[in-house]
Structures are given as C-alpha cells and as structure tokens.
C-alpha cells in the first residue's frame, strides 16, 4: 500500500512535469518529508501539505524560482535604460525638429522637474542593485558589476557626445547650464554607489 509521503511525492512530480531541477526539488521535498516523520508517530499527507504546501503551490514556486536567471535580469535593467534612453531621444528629436504645440508642452514640462526626475532615476539604479541582491545574495555580486557595466554605457556614450558637441549642443536648452551639467556628473560619480547599497540591502532581505 502507498503512502501519504510516497503520494504527495507522486503528486508532486506532476505537478513540476519538466522543470529543469525535478530532482533536485524531489530530493529536498523528500528530506522534509523524512524530518516531519521523525517529529509525528503518524503523518497524513495533509499534514505534509501544512508544512510544504500542496504540490501545485511548490512547483508554481519553483516555476517563478527557474524563470529568474542572471542574464534575463541584467538584459531586463539594460533594456530599461536603453528604452529610456530611446524614448528620449525621440523626445529631444521631436521637440527640436517639429513644431507639434503638444510635444513642446511635454518638453517643457520635463525640463521644468530635471531634479525630480535626476531622483527617480537614481531610484531606478537602487532598484537594480536591490533586485539583483535579493534574487543572487553572494553570487550577485559580479552581476551587478556587468549589468552596472551596461546600463552605464548610454549615459557614458551620451555624455561624450553632448562634451565633444557631436550633438548639437542647443538641443538641450534650457537645461545645459552651469548647475544642471554638475548635478550630471556628480549624478554619474553616484550611481554605482546607489546600486551598491540596494544591492546590500536587497542581500540582506533575503536571508
């Protein structure tokens, strides 16, 4: 006759049909499985299901765990910034090229909250590093250099663009004064140690 323990197992193996690490997750299942016998005379596999979870329940865990890989990470950060960075220079574009009343009211509207938009972005690049440590923890640490490493790039590239006036340096009126090109670079100095710290802090949400 089967057991509770050998049915939840079963059960379990559906439910993960072709996950990657079946066994592996079979393995630990099994071992929490063995623990809770030694502390229960008896088990019934609804007590196993008070302590695990239902079968369904842990492989939509895992299915969640296996999706989020170190690369998709990085390329989802990446692709973030190189979007906003796409979606401004169609921006400046638009505003320097068209005359659309409407696009000049956003331009305008943008340039008019610089700083707040300077603090949003610089909660994106926290975001980044808390992500990439509560996902990773210790292993995380090189990720968030390479994904650093990329998402950088465009600014870097932009900047040295707007210094070597390679960009037609009025485009960016009215922002381009003495203050704002400070707050940029000082900005620029500031981001890595940003993403540090959310990394830290994101390490230490998930222990």
């Known amino acids: 006759m089967t057991g509770p323990d050998e049915i939840f197992l079963l059960d379990l193996e559906t439910e993960l ?9 079979l393995l630990e299942c099994k071992m929490h499985v063995y623990e809770l016998s030694q502390e229960k005379t008896e088990i019934t596999y609804q007590m196993i299901q008070q302590r695990l979870g239902s079968p369904a329940e842990i492989a939509k865990l895992w299915e969640q765990e296996v999706s989020i890989t170190p690369k998709r990470t990085q390329w989802l950060f990446v692709g973030f ?20 009343d409407w696009l000049h009211m956003i331009w305008q509207g943008l340039t008019n909250i610089a700083m707040v938009i300077m603090m949003i972005y610089f909660f994106f690049w926290g975001l980044l590093g808390y992500e990439i440590g509560k996902e990773f923890g210790p292993r995380g ?9 990329f998402c950088i790039l465009p600014n ?3 900047m040295g663009l707007t210094i070597f006036r390679l960009i037609p ?18 900005s620029t100095i500031f981001l890595y140690p940003v993403s540090w710290i959310g990394y830290k802090w994101g390490k230490k949400a998930s222990v």
């Open 81 to 100: 910034n190189i979007s906003l960075f796409i979606g401004g220079s169609f921006l400046t574009l638009g505003y320097n090229w068209f005359q659309f």
């Open 141 to 149: 640490k090189k990720l968030l250099k390479r994904t650093f490493l």
């Open 17 to 25: 049909g072709e996950c990657p690490n079946k066994d592996e997750i």
């Open 169 to 186: 340096y009025e485009w960016f009126q009215p922002l381009l004064n003495v203050k704002f090109i400070l707050a940029c670079i000082i």
């Open 156 to 158: 870097l590239i932009l």
